[in-house]
């Protein structure tokens, strides 16, 4: 069973920065072909890809309004996928997701983020608000 444990979240004000954490367990991190990602919700408003990044190599990938901002990082060693969101804005305040697509279509599933959200697997959520 895989699971997915999202950690980091809270409030800050504007310009302020949040590390988000996603622990992952019941797979062996290294050893699989994996898309993982963090996506959003706002109230209101649909969920959205924030930043996804593929175990294979390659570039992450970002939602323009992030780029520059967010860095998304993994420590295959602690199985834990990271959010580095600097310059926080009141509009990034959201319930964020951690999301993992495992084995077959994890890369073209990387390759279409941010439009993509068939994922396998997803956490139950950290709440990030931001203050003006």
């Known amino acids: 069973q895989v699971q997915l444990v999202e950690s980091g979240g809270g409030s800050v004000q504007a310009g302020g920065s949040l590390r988000l954490s996603c622990a992952a367990s019941?797979?062996?991190?290294?050893?699989?072909?994996?898309?993982m990602g963090w996506f959003r919700q706002a109230p209101g408003k649909e969920r959205e890809g924030v930043a996804a990044l593929y175990s294979g190599g390659g570039s992450p990938h970002y939602v323009d309004s992030v780029q520059g901002r967010f860095t998304i990082s993994q420590d295959d060693a602690k199985n834990t996928l990271y959010l580095q969101m600097n310059s926080l804005r009141p509009e990034d305040t959201a319930l964020y997701y951690c999301a993992a697509h495992l084995g077959l279509g994890a890369w073209g599933l990387c390759a279409r983020f941010p439009e993509s959200q068939e994922f396998t697997y997803w956490g139950q959520g950290t709440q990030v608000t931001v203050s003006s």
């Open positions: 019941g797979y062996t991190y290294r050893s699989s072909s994996r898309c």
